[in-house]
């Protein structure tokens, strides 16, 4: 029986704390494929903006940054949790784009037309070199519509918050679920309700339910897509 190549371009989108990095990761490894999680692009930026003490309701100086900070992405250089490592200048930020601050206006950052246009073009340029595993919130609308595989990963709100409560707790943080969920809804609003490359699953894309499947029994079934 002839074997089928692997699809080349594989775009996976969804909310916030979904299980969109976790997969995209294990896929990529298991594929041999670049990962790419566009978010830590957007995080980087809103960063930025804070360490430079700039004004994130500032679309025209944020828009700026997003224009002239040389942002890379590139393979995890330490095993410390990191999916890859998020350098501004040669400065290693990994960690700092995930602190609390980054995680309350990111969602802002992100709907800025400029900013997006700005990160688009460049997502869009590693994308096209395929072998990838590209994650975000417009991969498969947007950024690679000509992607060869799309995946839509869903879950509540309530079963994302939970994750990310756990997550936190296991990191030592005390953190409250109430607090997380009320993020989380927030940041959902925000990505999905903004003008430009709102968050959607593509009319091409397969629609994985995370709520009924742990994180082995998604890596299987969006293997076996791929297969
Ligand atoms: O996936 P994440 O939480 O790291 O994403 C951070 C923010 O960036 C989130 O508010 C949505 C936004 N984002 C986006 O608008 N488009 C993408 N392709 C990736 C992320």
């Not at 990191?171 to 968050?199: C, F, W």
Request: aromatic fraction near 4%; charged fraction near 30%; include cysteine.
């Amino acid at each position: 029986m002839p074997t089928k190549t692997p699809p080349s371009i594989i775009a996976i989108d969804g909310p916030a704390a979904s299980g969109k990095s976790t997969l995209g990761l294990k896929l990529a490894n298991e594929l041999g494929y670049l990962f790419f999680d566009t978010g830590v692009m957007y995080r980087a930026v809103t960063w930025i903006a804070l360490d430079h003490h700039i004004d994130i309701m500032n679309e025209k100086a944020v828009t700026a940054l997003a224009e002239n900070s040389p942002i890379d992405v590139v393979p995890a250089s330490k095993s410390d949790g990191r999916g890859c490592d998020v350098l501004v200048a040669g400065r290693d930020i990994t960690w700092e784009t995930r602190l609390p601050e980054v995680d309350a206006n990111v969602s802002v950052v992100s709907a800025y037309a400029g900013v997006r246009a700005a990160l688009s073009q460049q997502q869009r340029r590693i994308g096209q070199r395929g072998e990838v595993v590209m994650v975000g919130r417009d991969i498969g609308t947007v950024v690679l519509p000509e992607a060869d595989l799309k995946v839509y990963l869903d879950a509540t709100a309530e079963e994302r918050a939970k994750r990310r409560f756990d997550e936190l707790t296991a990191r030592g943080a005390k953190v409250d679920y109430d607090d997380i969920l009320a993020k989380v809804s927030e940041r959902d609003r925000i990505d999905s309700t903004r003008d430009i490359a709102p968050l959607k699953a593509a009319d091409d894309a397969v629609v994985v339910d995370s709520n009924i499947l742990n994180v082995d029994e998604v890596f299987e079934r969006v293997l076996n897509l791929c297969k």
